[in-house]
């Protein structure tokens, strides 16, 4: 199967459309036999009938099967009914001969951020379970689910990313297609591909980029993403993955590491802090005799003397060496003080049997919002690259990665720069710790982890409050969620170790 992903057209006057642009990618369906084209949105600039006639004359002439789906520029002016009228349903199910392609609107009207409702999520939902035995399952959808980067604040994720994504790894669908960003860009997470694509003929390109388009192909063993640039200096991106991923180890070679992962444990004196919850966990992680116990934030409920001096005798319980990173709760109120009077340092580091794990603050005092800043990351890759441990984790208590059963709200605000940074340097493992729910999955050769709520009222995920056992074994990862209460374990994954 081979696609041509095209998106964010912009077609209105010449304001801001680049009509040679969009002409010479169109040119390519002459050149080349493609089975499919896809434009994920953005169709028009403003969502007016001329731009939708213009865009309709366009497409014309090309006479293979086409998908199109409407973004957020398409939608202004009431635009939407247009789309109809002029392009065809904005939700729905294409079938080809080898896959399908279920699309939906991810658009919110007059607004630019991204979200798929209950009902559409239901009829994605729906429509995977009934096409689970195509060979080529795709998604297309304007909005982004992962973050992408070089595209500033996160702002527009779908603000239910988390529950997409989980959607998607659950039923291996093999590609994801969207745009919106105007910034070319894939991940690889668990078999399935995230195809971000620039804007194919808009003006408004960003950092320096000009337009572009992916073509991807598929066949039984890879799939193969290239993004071609448009202009003098044309070039070419390609990347292949395998689409078989080893899913069964028979052999995990010896256990190297065990790290503890733990987050929002909200320790006080309040209702709100579940003592017995707290008090089994620890019972049972002392017996689990791990190298190292990390905390990702939410150590105290606030940042208040009452609450640190509990915490820091609580917290001394523990037989394993521990390590913490702060949430904003922490460093509320007095807490920036506290925290460096009873656990030390805000950005603290563990070494140890050739593991390095580094700590990132991402919390800000009287903010729910994380951030680490285009310096801040800057230092710390260039720590990472002096250490030579075979084994390298970053910690943090803000989310790299949606997380289901959550806003968007816990994303770290620069987690497109983060994630693709620590991608590329092929960072082992990262941890975080809000939005109290549990995940993982691996993002090219870099393992997310995200723990759900030690030990407080406050989570959301029906197996309870729990803490994070990671396994680090000579050929795989292992990663498992023990309840806190009752001590039951449910793994989350496992994962081939990278150079294993
Ligand atoms: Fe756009
Ligand atoms: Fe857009």
Redesign the pocket.
């Known amino acids: 199967m081979k696609i041509l992903h095209i ?2 057209t ?1 077609i209105n006057g010449s304001k801001h459309f680049e009509e040679n642009s969009l002409r010479e990618i169109l040119a390519e369906v002459e050149k080349e036999r493609y089975d499919l084209i896809i434009h994920s ?2 169709v028009t600039q403003e969502g007016k009938e001329n731009h939708y006639l213009k865009a309709k004359k366009i497409f014309s002439g090309i006479d293979i099967p086409m998908v199109v789906i409407p ?3 398409d939608k202004r002016s009431g635009g939407i009914s247009l789309f109809k009228d002029h392009i065809g349903d904005p939700n729905g199910v294409k079938e080809t001969e080898s896959g399908v392609v279920i699309y939906v609107d991810s658009g919110v009207l007059d607004s630019d951020i991204g979200r798929v409702g209950m009902t559409k999520y239901n009829m994605i939902n729906r429509a995977l379970k009934l096409h689970n035995d195509k060979d080529i399952k795709i998604i297309a959808m304007h909005h982004h689910t992962l973050p992408i980067p070089m595209a500033g604040r996160e702002r527009n994720v779908l603000s239910n990313a988390g529950d997409l994504l989980e959607l998607f790894l659950r039923y291996d669908v093999d590609l994801v297609l969207s ?4 910034y070319p860009n894939v991940y690889h997470v668990d078999g399935t591909v995230f195809v971000n694509a620039g ?1 194919a003929s ?1 003006k ?1 390109t960003r950092y320096g980029d000009v337009n572009s388009y992916n073509v991807i192909e598929i066949d039984e063993e890879k799939m193969k993403v290239t993004t071609h640039r448009i202009g003098e200096n044309s070039d070419t991106d390609e990347k292949k993955y395998f689409r078989k991923e080893k899913r069964v180890f028979h052999d995990f070679g010896k256990r190297k590491f065990r790290l503890i992962h733990t987050s929002n444990s909200f320790i006080s004196s309040s209702r709100k802090f579940k003592e017995k919850h707290f008090f089994n966990a620890l019972n049972k992680i002392n017996s689990l005799e791990g190298d190292v116990l990390v905390h990702c934030g939410g150590i105290v409920k606030e940042g208040i003397p009452k609450d640190y001096d509990v915490a820091s005798a609580y917290m001394s319980k523990f037989d394993v060496p521990v390590v913490y990173s702060p949430a904003g709760r922490d460093i509320n109120y007095l807490g920036y003080e506290l925290f460096e009077e009873h656990f030390g340092e805000i950005d603290q580091k563990f070494r140890d049997k050739d593991i390095y794990l580094r700590g990132i603050s991402s919390a800000q005092y009287d903010s729910p919002i994380g951030i680490i800043g285009e310096t801040g990351r800057e230092r710390l890759f260039t720590e990472f690259n002096e250490v030579d441990e075979s084994f390298k984790g970053i910690f943090l208590h803000h989310n790299v990665l949606p997380i289901p059963h959550a806003r968007e709200k816990g994303l770290l605000e620069d987690s497109g720069d983060f994630l693709r940074r620590a991608v590329d340097e092929k960072v082992d493992l990262i941890l975080t710790g809000t939005s109290s729910h549990p995940f993982a999955a691996r993002v090219g050769e870099t393992v997310v982890v995200n723990a759900n709520s030690l030990s407080s009222v406050y989570q959301s995920s029906l197996f309870g409050n729990s803490f994070n056992v990671i396994d680090v074994y000579e050929k795989v990862i292992v990663v498992s969620e023990i309840n806190s209460l009752w001590g039951a374990r449910r793994v989350l994954g496992i994962w081939e170790r990278n150079n294993a």
């Open positions: 998106s964010d912009h949105g953005d973004g957020n520029h745009g919106h960003r105007h804007t808009g408004k």
